[in-house]
């Protein structure tokens, strides 16, 4: 496949939901390749806190698409999020989005998968002159790191289905891949599974994490109830305790089966948990 990267001269990637788990990773990859960033936030102090200071801000609303007019001031490349607001509700405002997207002379767009199918995510399949691409991450790594307060106090993960499987993937490879798919050509009309290298259960997960910091971890199986009953405590809603117990009880072939798309997309392997529990093992230890 040929890849051809967007001249950085003058020209900017604009990254929406850049100080979240996958827009962060967008930007320090789009830097590491050289690109200009700018990033699209509703929070200008937030975001310069967290943010490389290489990285252009910019203050903008995605549920306001008149608020991005000076965002979209030079920009090639587009990265989306599907949802916006306080309450992080789907977003409806996909087509306007894009109208000032092509109008600003934007040639690419990636979007986020949200886990359904979303209003924006159709907006911008159905975008003919602009090329599109889809990413669809399967379990983030870093949803590890719910664990870290019951490890750090009690040495233990409490968690249902214990032998449930998941080609869970790095969050830093989602963002290579989206940052790939902003700057070279090739990617257009595309939607990208992005796994990790390996299929894990539960525990081995834990043991991973136990390996990583030097102290076993405890697994403690909850059964379907109490981890219900937990999930309720903890003010999770009811469609999304439903969600979770179809996702960990019934884990779809797509969350739990490997695909080679960082590799093809990246020109580097996809990062196993193993290293991902080495760069995080502080965060779980006492």
Known sequence: ???TTLPHSGRKVLVSGATGTVGRQIVTELLARGHAVRALTRDAVKARAVL???????VGDLTDPDSLTEALTDVTGLHLITFGGAAFAPLETGPRVLELARKAGVRRVTVLHGGEDTPVERAVKETADLDWTVVLPVEFMSNALEWAPGVRADDEVREPFADRLSAMVHEGDIGAVAAVALTEEGHGGRSYVVTGPEVLT???????LGAARGREIRLVELTEEQAVAR???AGLPEHVIGFLLEAYGNTPEVGRTV?????RVTGRPARTFAEWAADHADAFRP
Do not use: F, I, S
């Open 1 to 3: 496949m040929n890849h």
């Open 231 to 233: 999930w309720r405590q």
């Open 259 to 263: 695909v080679d798309t960082v590799e």
């Open 202 to 208: 539960l525990r081995d997960k834990v043991a991973a």
């Open 52 to 58: 490389p200071e290489a990285v252009e801000v910019a």
